[in-house]
């Protein structure tokens, strides 16, 4: 055990290693924007499009992709909080908040960027044909899974599993922290190579959303020092800006930006306000939760303006993070 001064020692190594990993990646993706922006048709050596015209290939990697998809990574982070410290998933609730935390802030970060450069996706990354042998009634969902419209670069999935795996890794108890990382890696390599083998990426799109999710998650683990309503913070702002840029780009979502700000918004109100320390069951999570997807999934089909979407997801977030109470007081099963 660390005490006194050896563990400021230790906390303050801690933080200039995570200073100087933030500042290589930020390094790393300044040259390679600069790459992007001077070299044509961003296609070029081993960062040209290895998408395959095979429907199981295809089939597959969409079935991969959905793990770097913001429902997938949103759902892992609120079951994490809210059920992490009871599984023994996590030490304490401020680790799963520090999740949760990177989670939202990785998906405005990933909307700041795209509508910063505005770079256009491969030809036909919105267009695809669905094997013979798959049913008809699933042609939609086939074509869901493996196409994508929008801007590019960078690559949100790839940003996002290199940020929020990166949290999990580094919060979560389950193994050793050597097995925790490669899961990491190994998790973030399938996802990021299914983007490319579907053709809605190229190769740089994703190496410059690997740089980013690693540079967020380094300055979060860097400012956090023990509280996440730091990071919470962190997303906060990101997500003004990513609002603001959203709104200023031709083809910008700011329903979809400004739905990850409420998130941030509602859950660094909640934590402030309560911090909850009590340990929350299934019976819990379930009547917490349930709830807060029905209303974020709600906001994601309507597309509705963005103060509703702020709010709606505010509140969302915040029921999230309010849960251990709300089960407390209501009596609900731990």
Wanted: proline share 5%; hydrophobic share 55%; with cysteine.
């Amino acid at each position: 055990m660390l005490e006194g001064s050896q563990l400021r020692q230790s906390d303050g190594r801690y933080q200039k290693i995570g200073v100087g990993i933030a500042a290589v990646a930020a390094a790393c993706f300044v040259v390679l924007a600069f790459v992007l922006s001077t070299v044509p048709g961003r296609s070029f050596g081993l960062f040209e499009v290895a998408s395959a015209n095979l429907g199981l290939v295809l089939t597959v990697a969409g079935v991969v992709t959905q793990f770097g998809d913001p429902w997938f990574l949103l759902l892992v982070a609120s079951l994490v909080y809210m059920l992490g410290t009871d599984r023994e998933f996590v030490e304490q609730p401020r680790d799963g908040v520090f999740v949760l935390a990177v989670t939202l802030a990785a998906f405005s970060f990933t909307d700041l960027l795209k509508n910063l450069f505005r770079a256009p996706r491969p030809p036909a990354a919105d267009v695809v044909t669905a094997p013979g042998w798959l049913p008809a009634g699933l042609g939609g969902a086939f074509q869901s899974i493996t196409t994508a419209t929008g801007f590019a670069f960078p690559s949100g999935h790839a940003l996002g599993t290199a940020a929020v795996f990166a949290a999990l890794a580094s919060r979560l108890s389950i193994g050793s922290a050597t097995t925790r990382w490669a899961v990491a890696a190994a998790g973030f390599l399938l996802v990021a190579s299914s983007r490319v083998i579907l053709g809605v990426h190229y190769g740089v799109d994703v190496v410059g959303g690997f740089l980013a999710g690693v540079f967020l998650f380094a300055v979060a683990a860097t400012i956090e020092d023990g509280e996440p309503l730091r990071v919470l913070l962190l997303g906060i702002v990101i997500g003004v800006f990513a609002v603001v840029l959203s709104a200023l780009a031709p083809a910008g979502e700011v329903w979809n930006a400004g739905q990850w700000l409420g998130g941030s918004v509602g859950a660094a109100v909640a934590w402030y306000a309560v911090r909850p320390s009590r340990r929350l069951g299934l019976g819990g999570t379930l009547a917490a939760g349930i709830p807060a997807a029905v209303l974020w999934v709600a906001i994601y089909l309507t597309s509705p303006p963005l103060v509703v979407t702020v709010v709606g997801t505010a509140v969302a977030a915040s029921v999230t993070i309010l849960a251990p109470t709300i089960a407390d007081r209501a009596g609900v099963g731990t």
